[in-house]
């Protein structure tokens, strides 16, 4: 029993184990289940998969990764009043300002002084979502802190955004109480092999858990199951 516990301590999963796992069937109309094969040592895993919260983190995180926002131009360009380095990093990151819906526009004449040379000329627009300068002084401090790496393909979004990709994720998600074929569960499943953090949805909901090894399963069902033998002398 301490072996198995602590074997249940150290389980770990790879984003590669995904490609791997065989579908069991749908439980209760909101789950996956699906086994991960085991090694020569080990059996196979049982897993338990949300259908919806695993869904929706995939659709999230496509969201995060290819969406640009729309904008609307404002009636007088704003000048922003900036310090040098705030400056600097809006100057570097005008792509990622972009795709988060802000336009800015840089003086390069050289007639404005440093911190007063940019100026913003729209503001993302969205039915759900009212966005102002707080959202654009959000995303600089983000990118202050956490500078984007040139090879990475991530794009920071600021708190309102994210919050905005979640609701629409979460629409556009495989719901509960919906019937999956087995095609359909196999693509919830591989997609969560292809995403960065697969392990929760965004509003934080776990998106599986372990239920056992299936060779703990055939010994319990082995011992319940053993005929009972009776002293008849």
Same mark, same amino acid.
């Given at each position: 029993?301490?072996?198995?516990?602590?074997?249940?301590?150290?389980?770990?999963?790879?984003?590669?184990?995904?490609? @791997?796992?065989? =579908?069991?069937?749908?439980?209760?109309?909101?789950? !996956?289940?699906?086994?991960?094969?085991?090694?020569?040592?080990?059996?196979?895993?049982?897993? !338990? =998969?949300?259908?919806?919260?695993?869904?929706?983190?995939?659709?999230?995180?496509?969201?995060?990764?290819?969406?640009?926002?729309?904008?609307?131009?404002?009636?007088?360009?704003?000048? /922003?009043?900036?310090?040098?380095?705030?400056?600097? =990093?809006? !100057?570097?990151?005008?792509?990622?300002?972009?795709?988060?819906?802000?336009?800015?526009?840089?003086?390069?004449?050289?007639?404005?002084?440093?911190?007063?040379?940019?100026?913003?000329?729209?503001?993302?627009?969205?039915?759900?979502?009212?966005?102002?300068?707080?959202? /654009?002084?959000?995303? !600089?401090a983000m990118l202050g802190e956490s500078p984007p790496s040139a090879t990475s393909d991530f794009i920071p979004r600021p708190s309102?955004?994210? @919050?905005?990709?979640?609701? @629409?994720?979460?629409?556009?998600?495989?719901?509960?109480?919906?019937?999956?074929?087995?095609?359909?569960?196999? @693509? =919830?499943?591989?997609?969560?092999?292809?995403?960065?953090?697969?392990?929760?949805?965004?509003?934080?909901?776990?998106?599986?858990?372990?239920?056992?090894?299936?060779?703990?399963?055939?010994?319990?069902?082995?011992?319940?199951?053993?005929?009972?033998?009776?002293?008849?002398?």
């Amino acid at each position: 029993q301490d072996e198995t516990g602590e074997e249940r301590l150290t389980l770990t999963v790879n984003k590669g184990d995904f490609s @791997r796992m065989r =579908i069991t069937g749908q439980f209760n109309l909101g789950f !996956i289940l699906a086994t991960r094969p085991g090694g020569d040592s080990s059996g196979d895993e049982l897993f !338990i =998969i949300d259908q919806h919260a695993s869904d929706e983190k995939y659709n999230f995180e496509r969201l995060q990764a290819e969406t640009e926002l729309q904008h609307q131009r404002l009636v007088q360009p704003r000048t /922003l009043e900036l310090t040098a380095v705030e400056e600097e =990093i809006v !100057i570097e990151n005008l792509r990622i300002f972009e795709k988060n819906g802000f336009r800015i526009s840089v003086d390069n004449s050289g007639e404005e002084p440093i911190g007063r040379r940019c100026k913003l000329t729209a503001l993302p627009v969205s039915r759900e979502v009212v966005f102002d300068t707080r959202d /654009l002084e959000e995303l !600089i401090a983000m990118l202050g802190e956490s500078p984007p790496s040139a090879t990475s393909d991530f794009i920071p979004r600021p708190s309102k955004v994210r @919050r905005l990709f979640a609701m @629409r994720a979460c629409r556009s998600s495989t719901m509960i109480g919906k019937t999956l074929t087995t095609t359909q569960m196999e @693509r =919830i499943v591989r997609h969560m092999g292809t995403i960065d953090k697969p392990w929760n949805c965004p509003h934080g909901r776990p998106t599986m858990r372990h239920l056992m090894t299936l060779d703990e399963w055939d010994e319990k069902y082995n011992e319940y199951n053993q005929p009972k033998i009776t002293n008849l002398t």
